[in-house]
Every structure is written in structure tokens, then in C-alpha cells.
């Protein structure tokens, strides 16, 4: 079975500062794929990143980076400088490596508020 | 290109009433997918299609939901009767191939439901 902790509910911030957004997974998977997703008040999840299990290279995108750690199941997300835009709930979400298509285990957010 | 479609966007109904939702994928996406998000969770999967059939309905309460996908492009998903704790935004997803690398799941909207 596969398992997705996200143990921090709700975090606010200060705009500007940095953040950091973490997830635990658990799988009996070899292979498996992670993603972060970010639901704005609007309700549609909109995808952020995908990490297949073989690459453990961490990732920076603009603000956003991510840190994939195999040894200790995380796969952590942090947003640099955030803004007021960056408010909305993150969620972190896994699936297996199967070559087709197959259903998210999402867990259960957190909810990140930016203010001025 | 446009995104997935969903409607309707809001419903409210008493327990016992019956509630249907469309939803209507990205052209070409051969895989559709039925998840609940109850408030302050992750989205749960509840019945999954390819084309017209259906992949993974193990999390699908069949004694009250139903969901169809008959020509393998629009989809259905049918609560009755509905219950209290069926309160939850119901999100439509596809994904393009059905076999091969991992294919990205693109979210609509959501259509949100309250029981009362």
C-alpha cells in the first residue's frame, strides 16, 4: 500500500521569507513517481513537478525547488521569497512505475498562507 | 487546447436526492478519472476509466455511485441517494496515452457538492 504524509497543515508566512513544505511517502514500490500539486482558492490542482524514483537530483525552478531524498522517503518543496500569489494548499502525491497509466495517492495537504 | 470541463461548478442538495456531474476530458486523452476531496483532505480516487472501461473502481461506493463512460470521451458520475457525508468536491482528470512513460493527470475544475 502506498502511503503519503504531509504532517504540517497549515503554515503561514511573511512575504519574502522562505519556506519550506515537507512530504514523507511510503511504498513497497522499487519504482514510483512523486509530484507536488498546488490547489489555488479556485479549487483546480495544478501541477508543479514530477520526480521519477531513479533520479535523485534535486531540481530549482524560479522560486521553487525540490529535494528528493530516497535514504529517508522525503521529497520536500520549498519556495524562495515567497509571495502573496504562492497562497493555496500543496499537496504532495505519489504513484507506481508501471508504464501506464495509474491513480494518484495524494496526502493531505498544506495549506500555506503568504501575507504582506 | 482546452482543459478539462466539469460541470456543474456548485450543487446543493438534501440527503436522499439524486446528483449526477459531467465531466469532459481533453480531446484524445484516452484515461478519465472520478476523485473526491472531502474538506481538509486529498483527493481520493474513486472510479478510474480507460476509454470505455473501467481500470480501478475499488474505492467506489457501488451501492450509492455510479459512473459511465460510454463512447470513451464524456463521463458521468451519479450519487443516489446521496448522504451527509458525500459533501465533497468531486474532480474529473485525464491523462493522454495508456501505456508507456508515466502520462501527467490534468485536473478540471471540480464540481462541489453539499449534502444537506
Known amino acids: 500500500a502506498q502511503k503519503v504524509t504531509q504532517a504540517q497543515t497549515e503554515i503561514s508566512v511573511v512575504e519574502k521569507e522562505d519556506v519550506t513544505l515537507d512530504c514523507v511517502y511510503e511504498t513497497r514500490d522499487t519504482t514510483y513517481y512523486l509530484f507536488w500539486y498546488k490547489q489555488p482558492p479556485s479549487g483546480e490542482l495544478v501541477f508543479l513537478i514530477r520526480?521519477?524514483?531513479?533520479?535523485?537530483q534535486n531540481e530549482i525552478s524560479g522560486r521553487y525547488s525540490w529535494n528528493f531524498q530516497k535514504s529517508t522517503s522525503s521529497f520536500n518543496f520549498t519556495i524562495t521569497a515567497s509571495q502573496v500569489v504562492d497562497s493555496a494548499v500543496y499537496f504532495c502525491a505519489l504513484t507506481k512505475h508501471t508504464g501506464t497509466a495509474s491513480k494518484l495517492t495524494f496526502g493531505t495537504g498544506t495549506r500555506l498562507q503568504v501575507t504582506l | 487546447e482546452a482543459g478539462v470541463a466539469q460541470s456543474p461548478r456548485y450543487k446543493i442538495i438534501e440527503k436522499r436526492q439524486s446528483v449526477a456531474f459531467w465531466c469532459n476530458p481533453i480531446?484524445?486523452?484516452?484515461?478519465l478519472y472520478w476523485y473526491q476531496q472531502i474538506l481538509g483532505q486529498g483527493p481520493k480516487l474513486l472510479i478510474q476509466?480507460?476509454?470505455?472501461?473501467?481500470?480501478?473502481d475499488s474505492q467506489l461506493p457501488k451501492d450509492r455511485f455510479s459512473a459511465e463512460r460510454l463512447k470513451g470521451v464524456d463521463s458521468t458520475l451519479k450519487i443516489q441517494p446521496a448522504k451527509l457525508e458525500d459533501s465533497a468536491v468531486y474532480l474529473c482528470?485525464?491523462?493522454?496515452?495508456?501505456?508507456?512513460?508515466?502520462?501527467?493527470?490534468?485536473f478540471g475544475p471540480g464540481t462541489r457538492l453539499t449534502v444537506l
Open positions: 480531446s484524445g486523452h484516452a484515461t
Open positions: 482528470a485525464s491523462s493522454y496515452k495508456t501505456s508507456g512513460m508515466y502520462n501527467e493527470q490534468f
Open positions: 520526480r521519477n524514483s531513479f533520479d535523485e
Open positions: 476509466f480507460q476509454n470505455n472501461g473501467v481500470v480501478d
